[in-house]
């Protein structure tokens, strides 16, 4: 068991090196320059010989200190003739090599500033009591994203469950046609369309019922709720968002659980269990609901890493500030720091949930060993 | 309430004019929204246009433009001087100017502004740009400050009425420690800051000290409603007061009677919108030859592009200057839509169909094509290249459409590679073309990336430069757009127009020449229920 944990452990690593290194690469190797780019949104019109002071003050404050830097360190500077122009349309293959050494620089820059707890700066934010540790402004944001994700995935647990075994035990009858309509129907939905189409009809000023909060999760002037308040109106602005993270997932589990449940209906200790004389509703909700339950279990804590993908998308229509949105605008403000700290932490959350549940099945299902 | 009628009976001592604003007019919330946090407050090294927008109301500067006569005013300067040669302006600051902690804004304070944006180690490059040929900022007397240029420019008086913060407050050791302050704001100006919550809102509060006239309402809060969408249906749900909107939620929303009801709708020009143009890179040999630029011209029929794509929203213009200013030459008349006038000067310019293929040739068979760059992910700008296509492809032009992504497209036009490009450049109330007409600018990654060379506009944009005597100027500036008229390097395409629905609680809402003046408004006393709350 230890040397399991262990092996899956190590085996973590190299998954980590490998999601961080093509996060890097894609955000480096980008056509046009990024840290160009973005003096160029901030400032408009800029004279280009300042810009490209700018751009060079910036990198080096990120440690995107380009190859050209690192060779003429080592190796001394060619001459203004020799040094190749980054340029668009006439990129030589020597340019391209050389913005690939350069991204591998900095890579291992990264790498070694991780080893050393440094997670860099945040670029885009800013506070004056100097805190532009991206892990700090990933953790101010943690408990929104966590709470809207938390009450997700009891809902989808508790609503899942009952549809899948109802539509099981009634297997061809009307309530599980429908049933697997409607499932089917949600699965297909992406959450863009959901949530905007939500936001028109219930949301506040749409064409429907209009009654749901926009934006946010608190009304204007919360801080002087009461407790009771302050639960209530926090509750009423995450319906929609909660609603946009949960009916995927419903979807899923319900299939799953009919599957499951079906299967086990089938199986030869049922078929004993019914010829012992024993009342259909012990047969299905004491033997088979107990083992159908399993994979269930595993799939639910599976399906955390994916909540937190939709947090992205339902964080930005709902203007809600969790760890979604901060990754969006990262992102748009090609913040490299956060951007990478943001993709860490995901990747090293889904790896261990996934851990956790290939852990959780061997235990649930004695069958399982590890080897 | 006594509170109230007290700073009231104060202001109105201090000043022989009457108040602007009757008691019960003052008082009151507005509700703005943006959609976008602010990612920082700092006075100077400030990224967006929001934190510019607040700063509007928390900062002042020494001179700014009257909104109607859009003529210089003096601010915190009480009045100023310009020496003979142009160079050396002395600005003699208001005795009565005061900072919101009540301190006297004096010559050091704005001494101390001009050098902390000339401070390389402070991130106000942007700012700081502007100021190249700025020999310095000095203090002659406590309430008198001059600043001397090395040239004379007839920006310098615009660029020297600097936005200034009190030295008291932001006074540093550590440059790094003033590029950090993202929430101090302490200014002259009638608001300051009320409370900043991350996520939840901004919100500005009237700055009880205020030297000037008050303004009429008490808190402005600003919500960070991220979706057009939402932030639609929040003032549509009575929680917002004031939103600008995009063309296509105007013409959604504006026919509606309820919309109609409780709603201003102003739709006005603004100098900051700028304009559309297709630029024709002139160092082509396809587009050297100015009868084949106007010939384009002809083709791109404008007026039924702006009204079917843009609804209408906006004005075809004939040259690079804002139709409301002193610049723009309003006796030029657009280029109209003509098949045959463009035929005729592309058979001048030794272009007509000689195989008879349905394309057009030169001498030498070769075929008129050439590529059409712009941005991809904007729908409007491939809606336009489609149709500009199918039109070029009548005549026997051969157009490709090629989109690229933003920052591999600002890549193409800094190496001058491309045929032809659509783009917009933000304006100003008085812009001077220098950087993106002059031949000094073709090289070296500069904005006239057409190449665009001409001695005759070269002449005129120095001239203009150098003439200090705004009707003069103008009078350059005729010249100069007629000769751009001529030479049509760019096809100019029109100018956009502001959209924004103000909610009726609102009152006094008047469009300037400039565009809206918050100060104008008023909404009284906040309705008992909700109306305070977005």
């Given at each position: 068991m230890k040397t399991y944990i262990l092996k899956r452990l190590l085996l973590m690593i190299p998954t980590i090196v490998g999601i961080t290194l093509l996060t890097y690469l894609i955000v480096r190797l980008a056509p046009g320059d990024p840290i160009e780019a973005m003096i160029r949104n901030q400032s408009g019109n800029i004279d280009p010989k300042a810009m490209k002071e700018d751009a060079q003050k910036i990198r080096e404050r990120l440690g995107l200190i380009d190859y050209h830097y690192v060779r003429d360190r080592f190796f001394g500077a060619p001459s203004e003739e020799e040094r190749p122009q980054p340029t668009g349309a006439s990129y030589k293959v020597t340019d391209a090599l050389d913005t690939v050494a350069s991204a591998g620089i900095g890579y291992g820059r990264w790498v070694g500033h991780l080893a050393t707890g440094d997670f860099g700066e945040s670029i885009k934010y800013r506070t004056s009591s100097g805190s532009r540790n991206p892990l700090a402004l990933i953790a101010e944001r943690i408990p929104v994203t966590a709470t809207l994700n938390i009450i997700a995935e009891l809902l989808i647990f508790f609503i899942a469950i009952p549809v899948g075994l109802a539509a099981a035990r009634h297997q061809g009858k009307w309530f599980d046609r429908a049933s697997s309509f409607v499932m089917l129907a949600f699965w297909s939905v992406p959450t863009v369309l959901a949530g905007t189409v939500l936001l028109g009809f219930?949301?506040?000023?749409?064409?429907?019922?209009?009654?749901?909060?926009?934006?946010?999760?608190h009304s204007f002037g919360?801080?002087?709720?009461?407790w009771g308040e302050y639960l209530a109106d926090t509750l009423w602005h995450s319906v929609l968002p909660v609603v946009c993270l949960t009916y995927g997932g419903i979807a899923y589990l319900a299939k799953l659980g009919r599957a499951s449940l079906l299967e086990n209906l089938r199986a030869d200790y049922v078929r004993t269990a019914r010829a012992k004389g024993l009342p259909e509703s012990r047969v299905v909700y004491h033997h088979a609901l107990r083992n159908s339950l399993l994979p269930m279990i595993t799939v639910m804590v599976l399906t955390l890493p994916g909540l937190i993908g939709g947090s992205v998308i339902v964080e930005t229509i709902f203007s809600i500030q969790g760890t979604g949105l901060l990754l969006v605008n990262a992102a748009q403000a090609y913040d490299l720091a956060l951007i990478m700290t943001e993709t860490l932490l995901y990747g090293v959350l889904t790896l261990v949930f996934l851990l956790i549940g290939d852990l959780l099945y061997a235990w649930a299902d004695p069958r399982v060993r590890y080897e | 309430m006594l509170a109230l009628c007290l700073s009231l009976l104060a202001a109105s001592s201090a000043f022989?004019?009457?108040?602007?604003?009757?008691p019960e007019q003052m008082g009151g919330t507005l509700r703005g929204n943006f959609n976008a946090e602010p990612?920082?407050?700092?006075?100077?090294t400030y990224k967006d246009v929001y934190a510019a927008i607040v700063h509007d109301r928390v900062f002042e500067s020494l001179i700014d433009r009257n909104?109607?006569?859009l003529e210089f005013e003096g601010i915190l300067a009480e009045r100023w001087e310009v020496s003979a040669d142009g160079k050396v302006i002395t600005f003699y600051l208001n005795p009565k100017a005061r900072f919101s902690d009540g301190t006297p804004v004096t010559a050091d304070d704005v001494v101390f502004t001009y050098q902390t944006i000339m401070?390389?180690?402070?991130?106000a490059r942007s700012i700081a740009s502007y100021f190249e040929d700025c020999q310095g900022c000095e203090k002659v007397d406590d309430r008198t400050v001059r600043f001397t240029w090395k040239k004379v420019y007839f920006k310098s008086l615009e660029t020297s009425g600097i936005l200034v913060i009190p030295k008291h407050v932001y006074?540093?050791?550590?440059?790094k420690a003033f590029n950090e302050i993202n929430d101090k704001l302490v200014g002259s100006g009638p608001y300051q800051l009320g409370e900043w919550k991350t996520g939840q809102h901004l919100m500005l509060v009237r700055n009880?000290?205020?030297?000037?006239?008050?303004?009429?309402?008490?808190r402005v809060v600003w919500r960070f409603i991220l979706e057009d969408q939402a932030a639609v249906q929040a003032l549509l749900a009575g929680e917002l007061d004031d939103l600008g909107v995009a063309p296509e939620w105007w013409v959604k929303l504006t026919p509606r009677a309820d919309v109609r009801d409780r709603f201003q709708m102003l739709r006005y020009s603004s100098p900051g919108n700028g304009y559309t143009y297709i630029g024709w890179n002139n160092a082509r040999p396809l587009f050297a030859d100015r009868r084949v630029r106007l010939a384009m011209t002809h083709l791109v029929w404008r007026q039924e592009l702006l009204k079917y794509?843009?609804?209408?929203i906006g004005e075809v213009t004939t040259?690079?200057?804002?139709?409301?200013?002193?610049?723009?030459?309003?006796?030029i008349k657009p280029w109209p839509f003509s098949r045959q006038e463009a035929l005729r000067l592309l058979k001048e310019a030794?272009?007509?169909?000689?195989?008879?293929?349905?394309w057009l040739e030169n001498e030498k068979g070769e075929r008129f094509e050439f590529e059409f760059c712009s941005a991809a992910g904007n729908p409007l700008t491939r809606d336009i290249a489609r149709i500009l296509q199918e039109e070029f492809r009548r005549v026997g032009i051969d157009m490709h459409v090629r989109l690229y992504e933003w920052s591999v497209f600002t890549v193409k036009l800094d190496n001058h590679d491309f045929d032809a490009v659509m783009l917009g450049w933000s304006g100003a109330?008085?812009?001077?073309p220098y950087q993106i007409?002059?031949?000094?600018?073709?090289?070296?990654?500069?904005?006239?990336f057409i190449s665009f060379r001409n001695p005759e506009a070269d002449r005129l944009i120095e001239e203009a430069r150098v003439t200090l005597d705004a009707a003069k100027r103008s009078a350059i500036y005729h010249r100069f757009h007629r000769l751009l008229h001529e030479q049509q390097p760019y096809t100019f395409l029109w100018r956009r127009e502001s959209l924004r629905l103000v909610s009726?609680?609102?009152?006094?809402v008047k469009v300037h020449t400039l565009g809206l003046d918050w100060r104008d408004w008023w909404i009284g006393k906040d309705e008992a229920k909700g109306a305070a709350a977005p």
């Open positions: 219930l949301g506040k000023g749409g064409l429907g019922w209009s009654g749901f909060p926009i934006a946010g999760l919360y801080e002087k709720f009461s | 022989a004019e009457p108040p602007r604003f009757a990612q920082t407050l700092n006075p100077l909104p109607d006569t401070n390389p180690q402070i991130d006074e540093f050791k550590d440059p009880e000290n205020y030297w000037r006239q008050p303004p009429a309402i008490d794509l843009l609804y209408d040259g690079p200057f804002w139709s409301k200013s002193q610049q723009y030459d309003l006796s030794g272009w007509q169909d000689r195989s008879g293929d349905g109330v008085e812009d001077d007409w002059h031949s000094s600018q073709i090289a070296d990654r500069g904005s006239n009726n609680r609102v009152k006094g």
